[in-house]
């Protein structure tokens, strides 16, 4: 029932800066978390940066002070904002979803989400 469709991913230089958009939809639980992932060819999936409605962010120690992610205000568009990106940000980026009643936080989304539930298509950043 839950969908959700990344996008605006593409091709930027070192030290520029692109903004993804996951737009979800068919999701009712007003208590949820969010969160961003990514995976590179050849790498394990790994968690990017995760809110809560409770207004809690979490950021993996490679991207702080590098990516924010923020909601618009209906809550059914998530963005990351990806500034000052390196050359090993280059990966196919994921948007999930998932109760705040069952994760309790975006911190335990972040880490638990890499192993349970499915992924969409995704949104390719090429770093170079």
């Known amino acids: 029932d839950v969908q959700l469709v990344e996008s605006g991913g593409g091709s930027a230089l070192a030290g520029g800066s692109v903004r993804l958009s996951c737009a979800v939809s068919?999701?009712?639980?007003?208590?949820?978390?969010m969160g961003w992932f990514r995976q590179a060819p050849g790498k394990e999936r790994e968690g990017v940066a995760a809110?809560?409605?409770?207004?809690?962010?979490t950021y993996a120690d490679f991207v702080k002070g590098r990516f924010a992610i923020s909601l618009d205000n209906a809550q059914n568009t998530m963005f990351l904002q990806m500034d000052r990106l390196e050359p090993e940000d280059t990966a196919m980026y994921y948007c999930?979803?998932?109760?705040?009643?069952?994760?309790?936080?975006?911190?335990?989304?972040?880490?638990?989400?890499?192993?349970?539930?499915?992924w969409g298509q995704g949104t390719q950043v090429t770093v170079s």
């Open positions: 068919g999701y009712t639980k007003s208590r949820v978390c």
């Open positions: 999930a979803a998932g109760p705040l009643l069952t994760y309790g936080s975006s911190t335990t989304f972040l880490a638990r989400r890499l192993t349970e539930g499915n």
């Open positions: 809110w809560d409605s409770d207004g809690t962010t």
